[in-house]
């Protein structure tokens, strides 16, 4: 009876605590981005709205967040320039990891326009629903990076659980439909030269069922540009993102492996608790990430800097390669365009060499 009693002294004293702490850190868990597109970008727009008051270096920044579901685009673009569309899931929003793509779109500020239009956790028919308000950019190049989700739907049921779908699972056959209906959509409907990214792995061994099953979408990607370059020749190409990461889940996951390994069950809550100690305790995700002993994501999925900067390198190379060779018709005017059909992304940094700034994060929400 009395060792019960301390029992719930100490568990009461713990509840207390952590009231406390979270209490005290409202303003930042008020600025947590959670699965709700609309919160996010009503908290984007007010910290872009201070930043423009407070930095003209930022003002200097064309990048357009077009993350509510089929919302009209932000506002028109005022600069003329080429439109850039990044359409994905968490790995393009760039709040559930390092923002690769503000940086990039600084790179590019006086020759073209970038829009955001990725969106934490959603899957490729969620995606395919957003496209009228991708369309309306009237993008010159769109990049699409999507199927991570599917992967994860598809692996078990009880990571299918996670997105509502444990009595039906992601199926593969579902993904090939609606990937194929999204860039076809993409092909008739614009004028864009149209870039499928594969998607990148999960830092776990190959052979772990969620890289069986990356290997598996992007496969299922490469095989409908090959089979979409039959009518639209020169308008559009498969980049093979993945090829950047896979010397980095090479090694062994036993004796020098991750402290915080993916599996299934579990996913989940290491997604939350590495955004819980961004959010709410101030790591930043780099810091995050040493703690777990990962390599390039902060939870086994998300990228951490060295992750974003070989993504944000894949892009900013085929950006390098086509910009200027799209015609009007968003045709690649080249030679040698059936070479595009499937690119390795340029090898400009071994991964593992691949440096981390001092200041880890590009652009974060502070």
Same mark, same amino acid.
């Given at each position: 009876?009395?060792?019960?009693?301390?029992?719930?002294?100490?568990?009461?004293?713990?509840?207390?605590?952590?009231?406390?702490?979270?209490?005290?850190?409202?303003?930042?868990?008020?600025?947590?981005?959670?699965?709700?597109?609309?919160?996010?970008?009503?908290?984007?727009?007010?910290?872009?709205?201070?930043?423009?008051?407070?930095?003209?270096?930022?003002?200097?920044?064309?990048?357009?967040?077009?993350?509510?579901?089929?919302?009209?685009?932000?506002?028109?673009?005022?600069?003329?320039?080429?439109?850039?569309?990044?359409?994905?899931?968490?790995?393009?929003?760039?709040?559930?990891?390092?923002?690769?793509?503000?940086?990039?779109?600084?790179?590019?500020?006086?020759?073209?326009? +970038? =829009?955001? *239009? &990725?969106? %934490?956790?959603?899957?490729?028919?969620?995606?395919?629903?957003?496209?009228? $308000?991708?369309?309306? /950019?009237?993008?010159?190049?769109? +990049? =699409?990076? *999507? &199927?991570? %989700?599917?992967?994860?739907?598809?692996?078990?049921?009880?990571?299918?659980? $996670?997105?509502?779908? /444990?009595?039906?699972?992601?199926?593969?056959?579902?993904?090939?439909?609606?990937?194929?209906?999204?860039?076809?959509?993409?092909?008739?409907?614009?004028?864009?030269?149209?870039?499928?990214?594969?998607?990148?792995?999960?830092?776990?061994?190959?052979?772990?069922?969620?890289?069986?099953?990356?290997?598996?979408?992007?496969?299922?990607?490469?095989?409908?540009?090959?089979?979409?370059?039959?009518?639209?020749?020169?308008?559009?190409?498969?980049?093979?993102?993945?090829?950047?990461?896979?010397?980095?889940?090479?090694?062994?996951?036993?004796?020098?492996?991750?402290?915080?390994?993916?599996?299934?069950?579990?996913?989940?809550?290491?997604?939350?608790?590495?955004?819980?100690?961004?959010?709410?305790?101030?790591?930043?995700?780099?810091?995050?990430?040493?703690?777990?002993?990962?390599?390039?994501?902060?939870?086994?999925?998300?990228?951490?800097?060295?992750?974003?900067?070989?993504?944000?390198?894949?892009?900013?190379?085929?950006?390098?390669?086509?910009?200027?060779?799209?015609?009007?018709?968003?045709?690649?005017?080249?030679?040698?365009?059936?070479?595009?059909?499937?690119?390795?992304?340029?090898?400009?940094?071994?991964?593992?060499?691949?440096?981390?700034?001092?200041?880890?994060?590009?652009?974060?929400?502070?």
């Amino acid at each position: 009876m009395h060792d019960g009693f301390i029992a719930l002294i100490v568990i009461g004293s713990v509840i207390v605590i952590a009231s406390v702490y979270i209490s005290v850190n409202m303003a930042r868990v008020a600025k947590m981005p959670d699965m709700h597109p609309t919160k996010y970008v009503n908290l984007v727009r007010k910290h872009q709205n201070w930043r423009k008051k407070n930095s003209k270096a930022v003002i200097e920044i064309e990048m357009v967040d077009l993350s509510t579901a089929n919302c009209p685009v932000p506002h028109p673009n005022p600069t003329g320039k080429p439109v850039v569309v990044m359409l994905g899931d968490s790995h393009t929003q760039g709040t559930y990891c390092i923002d690769w793509l503000t940086s990039l779109s600084e790179s590019y500020k006086d020759e073209l326009f +970038f =829009v955001n *239009a &990725g969106i %934490n956790g959603e899957q490729t028919d969620q995606i395919m629903a957003r496209l009228p $308000a991708v369309i309306a /950019c009237n993008p010159r190049y769109l +990049f =699409v990076m *999507a &199927g991570s %989700n599917d992967r994860l739907s598809h692996t078990s049921g009880c990571s299918a659980c $996670a997105y509502g779908q /444990c009595c039906s699972p992601r199926a593969m056959t579902a993904y090939k439909q609606d990937y194929k209906a999204l860039l076809l959509k993409s092909l008739t409907e614009t004028q864009a030269y149209v870039v499928v990214l594969a998607v990148p792995p999960a830092e776990a061994p190959r052979s772990d069922p969620i890289n069986v099953g990356t290997d598996e979408i992007n496969s299922i990607a490469q095989d409908l540009v090959q089979e979409l370059r039959k009518q639209y020749p020169q308008r559009i190409e498969y980049v093979a993102a993945d090829a950047a990461y896979q010397p980095l889940v090479e090694g062994d996951y036993t004796a020098d492996g991750p402290r915080k390994k993916w599996t299934d069950s579990t996913f989940v809550s290491r997604i939350m608790w590495a955004q819980f100690l961004h959010w709410v305790c101030g790591y930043s995700y780099d810091e995050i990430s040493q703690r777990h002993g990962l390599k390039f994501t902060v939870d086994a999925v998300h990228f951490n800097t060295r992750g974003a900067n070989l993504v944000r390198e894949v892009v900013d190379g085929v950006l390098r390669r086509v910009h200027g060779r799209v015609d009007g018709t968003g045709a690649l005017r080249s030679a040698d365009a059936e070479n595009d059909a499937t690119v390795q992304p340029e090898a400009i940094r071994s991964p593992i060499e691949t440096e981390v700034p001092a200041e880890a994060e590009a652009i974060q929400l502070e």
